[in-house]
């Protein structure tokens, strides 16, 4: 019997490792989201000190 037969290798294929992928999207999007603030947050204290 292969580890995928098996009731845990079956819990780990259809239940953890999608759980795994969802959960590395949701970090994806939340480190792209802060990369963008942060971006910003430059953009706007560049132009401030282009204005002084």
Do not use: W, Y
Not at 2 to 13: A, N, V
Not at 37 to 47: N, Q, T, V
């Amino acid at each position: 019997m292969d580890f995928f037969q098996t009731i845990m290798g079956r819990k780990l294929i259809e239940g953890t490792l999608p759980e795994i992928a969802i959960q590395l999207k949701v970090i994806a999007d939340e480190l792209k989201r802060q990369n963008d603030l942060k971006e910003k947050e430059i953009a706007a204290c560049d132009s401030d000190k282009e204005g002084d």
